[in-house]
């Protein structure tokens, strides 16, 4: 990583003493990154010692280590969020707190810019890439302890046994950290599906033909035919601290809590994607104009958020950080689609319901 200029080494510094103090950086150092603080600094006051963290990190080049670290130790901790966004160590896209300001106006969201990155934090380390025998297929939600969605289209070909895709093929990778230059930090947490036999896949509900057609559609999609396929996970990610050695007391990932209230989908109000396009690191789009409408039977709903190929399956949400919809297409009429499209929650949850698999997800 280059080398910090002296805004972005004091925007580190007060980052990590909000988020920290001496115990808990010392442990935190010593079971993610195996360096003794007391090795690393000299006495003095705690203000002093992350003052020097920061210096012999730089000096001995592992200043991005320390931050990948940090983050990891606290998802969401916002100043922290905000540094590695200038470094590229936080979702693309992330805006500044200048146009922050202007997208909470616009909204009228009630969150505060401190309370906005926060959620942003916690929801970065939820969202999973979705893997193949290796090559990235999609993007995946973490809705409970052990259970993502995806697209059913994303994990059709495992469903159905196609092209020799088997359930122990897919991985789902959360944590995969990038930074601008290229350079990866993590590859990430692997996690695999259930191995017995059917037990991997939960529910799942097909796309509709409808939506292979171009505008105007012939009809509408049924509420079986939703597009996502629930997956039960190989371990617990939501219970488990992100980062592969935590320190004791590190707080869990946790998952994505579905609202119970169904979204009105108001014309013209913003909605937030976060994404793996092309299997890259995690993007966010906004829209602060985004909603067009609801299909006929409230199955489907467009929205003008920009997603790229590898956004299938990935979470939408209201202004609030409120789960509204799940990404799935483009218009499939245009090379330059005119609009985007999801899946409504409230029409997965009441095809849930109907299952007796609500309570499959988390609270």
């Given at each position: 990583m280059a080398k910090l200029t002296g805004a972005q080494y004091q925007r580190f510094w007060k980052g990590l003493l909000e988020a920290y103090d001496y115990n808990r950086l010392q442990r935190m150092l010593q079971f993610r990154l195996e360096k003794q603080l007391a090795h690393i600094t000299t006495p003095g006051s705690f203000e002093d010692v992350v003052f020097d963290l920061i210096r012999v990190a730089e000096m001995e080049g592992w200043t991005d280590q320390l931050l990948l670290a940090a983050r990891q130790s606290n998802p969401g901790n916002?100043?922290?969020?905000?540094?590695?966004?200038?470094?590229?160590?936080?979702?693309?896209?992330?805006?500044?707190?200048?146009?922050l300001?202007?997208?909470?106006?616009?909204?009228?969201?009630?969150?505060?810019?401190?309370?906005?990155?926060?959620?942003?934090?916690?929801?970065?380390?939820?969202?999973?890439?979705v893997e193949i025998q290796g090559e990235p297929y999609g993007t995946g939600i973490l809705l409970a302890p052990d259970a993502v969605m995806?697209?059913?289209h994303v994990v059709e070909?495992?469903?159905?046994?196609?092209?020799?895709?088997?359930?122990?093929?897919?991985?789902?990778?959360?944590?995969?950290?990038?930074?601008?230059?290229?350079?990866?930090?993590?590859?990430?947490?692997?996690?695999?599906?259930?191995?017995?036999?059917?037990d991997w896949l939960i529910d799942h509900s097909p796309y509709s033909p409808v939506d292979l057609e171009p505008e105007p559609k012939p009809g509408l999609p049924g509420p079986d035919q939703l597009d996502y396929a629930l997956l039960r996970?190989?371990?617990?990610?939501?219970?488990?601290?992100?980062?592969?050695?935590?320190e004791p007391g590190a707080p869990p990932r946790g998952w994505i809590e579905v609202p119970e209230a169904a979204y009105d989908f108001q014309p013209d109000t913003p909605l937030f994607v976060v994404q793996h396009p092309k299997g890259a690191p995690l993007k966010l789009a906004l829209d602060t104009n985004a909603v067009i409408g609801l299909n006929g039977n409230n199955t489907r709903v467009a929205y003008r958020t920009n997603t790229e190929p590898g956004s299938s399956g990935s979470p939408v949400f209201d202004g609030n950080w409120n789960l509204v919809a799940l990404h799935h297409s483009g218009d499939p009429d245009s090379i330059m689609p005119s609009y985007n499209e999801g899946v409504p929650f409230s029409a997965i949850m009441a095809l849930l319901k109907q299952r007796g698999l609500e309570d499959v997800l988390g609270e």
């Amino acid at each position: 990583m280059a080398k910090l200029t002296g805004a972005q080494y004091q925007r580190f510094w007060k980052g990590l003493l909000e988020a920290y103090d001496y115990n808990r950086l010392q442990r935190m150092l010593q079971f993610r990154l195996e360096k003794q603080l007391a090795h690393i600094t000299t006495p003095g006051s705690f203000e002093d010692v992350v003052f020097d963290l920061i210096r012999v990190a730089e000096m001995e080049g592992w200043t991005d280590q320390l931050l990948l670290a940090a983050r990891q130790s606290n998802p969401g901790n916002a100043a922290l969020l905000a540094f590695g966004q200038q470094i590229g160590l936080a979702p693309e896209n992330t805006p500044p707190r200048r146009e922050l300001e202007k997208i909470i106006r616009t909204t009228n969201s009630f969150l505060d810019i401190t309370k906005w990155r926060q959620r942003l934090g916690e929801i970065e380390g939820r969202v999973c890439r979705v893997e193949i025998q290796g090559e990235p297929y999609g993007t995946g939600i973490l809705l409970a302890p052990d259970a993502v969605m995806t697209n059913y289209h994303v994990v059709e070909s495992v469903v159905e046994k196609k092209h020799g895709h088997q359930p122990g093929d897919v991985v789902l990778r959360f944590d995969y950290k990038r930074l601008e230059d290229g350079t990866t930090l993590s590859q990430g947490q692997e996690y695999r599906l259930v191995a017995t036999g059917t037990d991997w896949l939960i529910d799942h509900s097909p796309y509709s033909p409808v939506d292979l057609e171009p505008e105007p559609k012939p009809g509408l999609p049924g509420p079986d035919q939703l597009d996502y396929a629930l997956l039960r996970v190989d371990g617990a990610p939501g219970e488990e601290s992100v980062g592969a050695k935590p320190e004791p007391g590190a707080p869990p990932r946790g998952w994505i809590e579905v609202p119970e209230a169904a979204y009105d989908f108001q014309p013209d109000t913003p909605l937030f994607v976060v994404q793996h396009p092309k299997g890259a690191p995690l993007k966010l789009a906004l829209d602060t104009n985004a909603v067009i409408g609801l299909n006929g039977n409230n199955t489907r709903v467009a929205y003008r958020t920009n997603t790229e190929p590898g956004s299938s399956g990935s979470p939408v949400f209201d202004g609030n950080w409120n789960l509204v919809a799940l990404h799935h297409s483009g218009d499939p009429d245009s090379i330059m689609p005119s609009y985007n499209e999801g899946v409504p929650f409230s029409a997965i949850m009441a095809l849930l319901k109907q299952r007796g698999l609500e309570d499959v997800l988390g609270e």
